[in-house]
């Protein structure tokens, strides 16, 4: 099975910062990356897909960069409704295996 | 629009099984790969597996074989995820995804919590 990791696992930032969060597969998956949003109690979002893709819907200060092992979710300028968790999950090979999770919180 | 509508929680006895059901209103049911994935309370996203409605093809992750069963209604344009031989550990949400391009699931159910205790 393909292993993703996440970097950080939890990240405390303001309104208005730039936010990075890092993905990695423990072999190469192309651009073969989606990055979702989840909210506590409620089903996930997908932000972001093919690695850069912006899914319909989803603002423009969510972008996405990466490809082979590495991969990188941008919020460019961070707005309330954005604290949340952010997962990663590869689309190269099923299993589809997740990140463990990033949890994004208010400083 | 299309939505997927999932059957409501259960509370199940350890080593029953559990058949939870996500029906797609709207759209093209069986063009699409629908994938399902569970949450334990307070965990990350787990991938258990996914069904090609067109292709009649299952495959699901190592952890759940011989245990995970998922099927689809063509006339009814529903998934189904049985999971038997149920643990405590298997107490979770569980959700249904429809999937496009690349595994990206852009469409989810509520999600479905079930529940394994004596």
């Known amino acids: 099975d393909i292993q993703m990791t996440q970097s950080p696992s939890s990240l405390s930032a303001s309104v208005g910062d730039r936010v990075s969060i890092t993905c990695r597969a423990s072999?190469?998956?192309?651009?073969?990356l989606n990055w979702y949003q989840q909210k506590p109690g409620k089903a996930p979002i997908l932000l972001i897909f093919a690695a850069g893709s912006l899914q319909t819907g989803v603002p423009s200060r969510f972008s996405g960069s990466g490809s082979g092992t590495s991969f990188t979710l941008t919020i460019s300028s961070l707005q309330p409704e954005d604290y949340a968790s952010y997962y990663c999950?590869?689309?190269?090979?099923?299993?589809?295996?997740f990140g463990p999770g990033t949890k994004l919180e208010i400083k | 629009q299309v939505h997927l509508v999932q059957s409501g929680a259960e509370v199940k006895k350890p080593g029953s099984s559990v058949k939870v059901s996500c029906k797609s209103s709207?759209?093209?049911?069986?063009?699409?790969?629908i994938t399902w994935v569970r949450q334990a309370p307070g965990q990350g996203l787990e991938w258990m597996g996914r069904i090609i409605p067109i292709l009649h093809t299952a495959d699901y992750a190592q952890k759940f074989q011989g245990r995970l069963t998922i099927t689809t209604d063509k006339s009814t344009s529903t998934a189904y995820m049985e999971l038997s031989s149920l643990r405590s550990e298997d107490t979770a949400v569980y959700y249904c995804?429809?999937?496009?391009?690349?595994?990206?699931?852009?469409?989810w159910g509520q999600g479905t919590l079930v529940t394994v205790s004596s």
């Open positions: 995804a429809r999937n496009g391009d690349i595994a990206a699931a852009g469409l």
């Open positions: 999950q590869q689309g190269y090979r099923t299993p589809y295996t």
């Open positions: 709207g759209g093209t049911f069986m063009n699409y790969e």
């Open positions: 072999q190469s998956i192309s651009n073969h």
